[in-house]
């Protein structure tokens, strides 16, 4: 990772961990919440790691082990996760029948994708 990604990930980290320090601090003085108009940073909520990986999956078509997906986060949305994590989310959804499923140990792919489906028949 270039020095210059690096700091812009850090500083990402570091006002999205502000921000949560502040809301607790006025939460726990009974303020309101910030006015509305304060609240949407870029017009939009931020997608959740999971909704982005399934966007990664969409993309990539194929299997992808969490490894892959985890370095494809961060080079595509500048998103760094914890790798346990993000296996623990996804295999959640897998559980419900949600979207995903495990074509292999650690190995996340949709449910519609035709790749590894031959053991189907």
Known sequence: METE???EVLL???ELQLEYQLRA???LRGKPEVEPALTPRRGRRRQSLVDLSIQV???ERKPLHIDELVQLLQRRFSRLTD???LSSA???KVRRGILLRQ???ATFTLMDSSEGDNDKA
């Open 57 to 59: 999956l969409t993309e």
């Open 103 to 105: 074509s292999a140990p």
């Open 5 to 7: 990604e690096f700091r």
């Open 90 to 92: 996804l295999a959640k």
């Open 83 to 85: 790798r346990d994590a």
């Open 25 to 27: 601090i006025r939460q």
């Open 12 to 14: 990402q980290v570091l």
